[in-house]
């Protein structure tokens, strides 16, 4: 594995569809295709902004499958054109996330695909 492939935490894959909006105008930016405790990667309808900081808003169910509003701020760390036309990936890290919201994800983390 090489440096560039190495991570500091492990993703889960986001099975069902997970959708993210930015905070501060409420559009929706695409859906999670990958979450960690560091950082997620994004699906997205558009490019984001090179080293840009982003406060993004998605909902993950607490222990109880109640879902949960997490917001988190996250910096762009790369970006580029997914396989499908008018679709862009892109590897935001977490800079930013409540207590409470972060216990959330790392229950969510923690509990086994289905």
Known sequence: MTPSEQRRALRKRAIDPIEVSDA?????????????????????????????????????????????????????????????????WAGLRIIALSDDDTAVLNEWLERPEE
């Open 24 to 88: 501060m105008t409420g559009e929706n930016l695409g859906r999670i295709g990958n979450l960690s405790r560091d950082g997620m990667m994004l699906i997205g309808r558009r490019k984001l902004t090179d080293d840009a900081l982003y406060q993004l808003r998605f909902q993950l169910p607490d222990r109880n499958g109640k879902l949960r509003v997490l917001e988190a701020g996250v910096h762009e760390q790369w970006s580029e054109p997914a396989a499908v036309p008018g679709q862009h």
